[in-house]
């Protein structure tokens, strides 16, 4: 009898596959990388057939690490980035090459002929998403009005899971309707697809994936895809959700008023509810069902979260990770060291995060990253927390518009891999002055769609059920009463430098000495 269950993330900059048990434990992992491609400002696409290959490796990887026996994994279920999406032309092949990434700008000039056809507080009626260039049909309209000649050649438009499960095995291209949400183009009431959208932007609905339930079989591994991963021909194919909704089931927020905050590549604050929640007076919220169906999620999205913390890895912090490969160690051991020389607060440092723009509430792509405060006496290791820190006031700010529309948050576990670092999770802590709970399985993503798989293969009789199995808590991080007094005065200069920046026009004018280069 298989014991184990695999889930596969596809996420925005590298393929994560994990096998765990029932109960909830780790056997092995696999990880490959892939990058992001920024061919003009503003642009983020994926080399299509390098992510397929990174997860076929990942998968692999896991496999050989564990020392697996393929009959032993009873099935597999899918996270990805959502709104990521590709062209697909008569032949199946992809057309450029290419996923469109969700960070992708490009489609802000398409706002206004969008809203024009189907007005915005109308358009987040219907599908529950802000009318922002982040999502799907945004893109779509795109590249429907600046590249006419390659929509006429596109047979369909497939999302992330949509292609890599058929890459593994699936007889045709299945789109998972709570990953769909995302799309832009769901009804969110029916979870299905919306015809007054698809009709007012003259997408045809066959143009676009089959929708099925989360936790669903929709085919097996096929033999090619076998050969790649090291799994069992006929392994059971399981449709997961999008990676959002996937890591706010393995942190078990499964009941309304149920919270995670993520702190991945992108950051996620998720609240769950009873109903859609579409009334939202500071700015929308995303409200896209739960991978547990009947159960809703409101979001708060910021862009760059823990990329923001990569980037100054890669940058400021280039020579603690250069010293730390050498050492064939992980590089944000040694920032870790910074952060802990610095005090909360960052000795006065304040940064905003918004490295790829501004997401809930304020959902302004011009929206630039900036460091403020600094003076002689700051060093480095101010300015590692403060990139830290802004992250989180990020988070924060998304917490406090919540709760100004009267969004009840009950509980709050943290997930992603930034909550990997000690004085993160304290930041967390103090930053929100909540009680946080560290999950006992930090990548919740992945545990969420073991999940999923585990319903999709009879193992579990349903979601809840296997929340109860196979998530858990290893500590409970309180805040300081001290920094929370800290970092009340960070947010007042954190929210008071972003409405400067935006009324007076800063932001616009830096994104113009961008374009004139």
Known sequence: MSKYLMGVDVGTTGAKA???????????????????????????????????????????DAMESGKLNP???AGLGFSVQRATFLLIDQDNQVIDGKFYGWQDNRAASEIPFITSKIPAPELYKLAGMPVTP???????VWV???????????????????????????DEFYCERTNACCSGMLDVHTLTWSEPI???????????GTLV??????????AEAAALTGLM???PLVTGTGDQQSAAVGAGVSEPGSASLTLGTAGLLVVATAEPVLEDASGFMMVPSSGILGLYELEGIQLGAASSYRW??????DLEKLEAGKQNKDPYTRMEDHINKSSPGSNGVVFLPFLIGAGYPYWNPEAKGAFLGLKFSNTKSDMLRAVMEGVTLESKDMCEKMKANNVQINSLAITGGATRSPAWRQIIADMFDVEVKQLAVGDATIVGVAILAGVGVGIFPDVKSGVQRMVGYTDTVRPNPQEVAVYARSYDVYTAAYQAFQSSGLFGKLSGLSASR
């Open 144 to 170: 429907q009005n600046h590249e006419p000649a390659k929509f006429a050649r596109t047979r369909k438009i497939l999302l992330t899971s949509d292609y890599v499960m058929w890459r593994f095995g699936t």
């Open 213 to 222: 339930d989360p936790g669903t079989v929709v085919g097996s591994v096929s």
């Open 71 to 73: 009959q032993d994994i």
């Open 134 to 140: 982040t999502f799907s049909l945004e893109k779509i």
């Open 312 to 317: 100054v890895r890669d940058t400021i912090a």
């Open 18 to 60: 994990m096998v765990m048990t029932p109960d909830g434990k780790v056997v092995s992992t696999g990880y490959r990388e892939y990058e992001c491609v920024y061919p003009k400002q503003d642009w983020v696409e994926q080399d299509a057939e390098l992510v397929v290959q990174q997860t076929f490796g990942a998968c692999k």
């Open 233 to 235: 021909e006929g392994t």
């Open 198 to 208: 698809l009709t007012a932007f003259n997408i045809s609905p066959d143009k676009l």
